[in-house]
């Protein structure tokens, strides 16, 4: 018998691969003749690499500018041609000195420069995760390491950031790397709003990375003129397709100067994993996410995986840190049955404090659901 645990990451708490660790030895404790499968999964942002990782790829680290310009550590996950690249890494913020926001100013030349890497290192596919980001420069800063000026009417080169975007008059391309050449780039990404507007990469995201109203106004007329800009220089407006506000606007520069496809970020992640090698044959898949809530129902990682796994005629659990949905929709939803951290805890604090602890109890806890012939679901 067959299990595959596929959580996503218990943010702030523990990472995908420590809350499948746990799950599994409390499986294996309770029912240590059990085949146990661990594949950690993420939904393109932070925690992508390390789920590629734990499938087999190569952990690599590079030294890359921050956010702010400072030098940073970035990891990327590369496996024989393909590269897979999280921008939170390199551009993310959590990579701000002292959490201190940029909303004005922070680049997303760091990213820029991990594709650059793996383009020249011989990867002719690239996989970007977008989410995390500090940054609204429309992804600017990114081509700018790859070789392509922004420019102002006198022919300088602009300052980083989404505000100086307000002065763009020329975009150059002519010196973009040539290692980018037949590149296929794929943006994994589960964000579809446009560059622009009230729904746009501004409006939407950019309170979150420290604007102010005022700011706000400054960063839309800022990718505003680089959408004018651009549409100018390739004769195709890119602004308005889905996932082109994605990352304060990196969805843009990929899709427009690098052809980028952009797909559901947890789709991507369950591919380059062999999520669906790893359910063939499987009875049970348990997967998960810290805070389970409508907004996972809406197509956050864990309904990948039950879609992923029911469609191979698996059974799927669930486990939350904590659970703010009905045991009857979730059920509706296709779920078998569903565990709470919060509700294992003597104190609330225990559901971080106890959060090994508790999983290991929820594994045990599954085990013995298991043994009781758990329902498999039908497709």
């Known amino acids: 018998m067959r299990v595959v645990l596929a959580p996503d990451k218990f943010k702030g708490c523990l990472g995908a691969a420590d809350v499948a660790v746990a799950l599994r030895d409390g499986l294996l404790g309770a029912r240590p003749e059990l085949e146990v499968a661990c594949r950690p999964i ?9 789920a590629v990782v734990s499938a087999g790829f190569s952990r690599v680290v590079e030294r890359v500018k921050g956010p702010t310009g400072e030098t940073v550590r970035a990891g990327a996950a590369r496996q024989g041609h393909v590269a897979v690249i999280e921008m939170a890494e390199a551009s993310g913020l959590a990579r701000l000195p002292g959490g201190r926001r940029a909303a004005l100013t922070a ?12 383009c020249r290192s011989g990867c002719n596919e690239v996989i970007v995760g977008l989410g995390g980001s500090a940054t609204t420069d429309g992804g600017t800063g990114l081509l700018r390491a790859l070789g392509v000026r922004f420019l102002d009417g006198a022919g300088v080169e602009l300052a980083d950031g989404g505000a100086a975007l307000r002065h763009l008059f020329r975009i150059d391309a002519s010196g973009l790397d040539s290692a980018l050449n ?28 420290g604007a102010s109203p005022d700011d706000v106004v400054v960063l839309e007329a800022g990718l505003a003129r680089l959408a004018q800009v651009m549409a100018d220089h390739l004769g ?6 889905a996932g082109a506000g994605a990352a304060g606007g990196t969805g843009f520069a990929l899709m427009s100067m690098l052809g980028a496809s952009i797909r559901p970020g947890v789709d991507v992640v369950l591919d380059a994993v062999g999520f669906d090698d790893v359910v063939a044959g499987a009875q049970l898949v348990v997967t998960g996410e810290g805070a389970v809530d409508e907004q996972t129902l809406q197509g956050k990682a864990p309904m990948g995986v039950l879609n992923r796994a029911r469609a191979a005629g698996a059974a799927v659990a669930l486990v939350g840190g904590r659970i703010d949905v009905s045991d009857g929709t979730l059920r509706e939803c296709g ?9 294992l805890a003597e104190r609330p604090s225990d559901s971080f404090d106890r959060a090994p602890e ?9 085990a013995a659901r298991f043994s009781e012939s ?3 679901a039908n497709g």
């Open 42 to 50: 993420a939904d393109g942002g932070e925690g992508t690499v390390d």
């Open 374 to 376: 758990l329902p498999i």
């Open 182 to 209: 037949n590149i296929s780039f794929t943006v994994a990404s589960d964000v579809a709003v446009p560059l622009c507007g009230p729904t746009g990469a501004a409006a939407m995201f950019g309170p979150q990375k």
């Open 107 to 118: 680049s997303t030349y760091g990213t820029g420069e991990l594709i650059r890497t793996a």
């Open 358 to 366: 508790l999983l290991r109890r929820v594994g045990q806890s599954i």
């Open 335 to 343: 779920f078998a049955e569903a565990w709470s951290l919060s509700e």
């Open 236 to 241: 195709v407006d890119h602004s308005t397709r």
